[in-house]
């Protein structure tokens, strides 16, 4: 029904760095929101931290 490579995910690094700047992006995320990406290896259980996206703190 659909071409493969249209479905997998060829980098998921990238994917996840895309997905975290959408959220970064939206309106519905408020900015002081800390975001993080992880990639799970279901395999082996290993979770890996590949974007972490915390505003900066605004001193008044």
């Not at 992880?38 to 505003?55: A, C, H, M, Q, W």
Request: glycine share 4%; proline share 5%.
């Amino acid at each position: 029904m659909f071409d493969h490579d249209s479905l997998a995910i060829s980098n998921f690094e990238e994917s996840i760095k895309h997905d975290v700047e959408l959220l970064r992006a939206s309106p519905a995320v408020p900015k002081n929101v800390k975001l993080y990406g992880f990639f799970y290896e279901i395999n082996s259980g290993k979770l890996t931290e590949v974007v972490r996206d915390i505003p900066a703190q605004v001193t008044l």
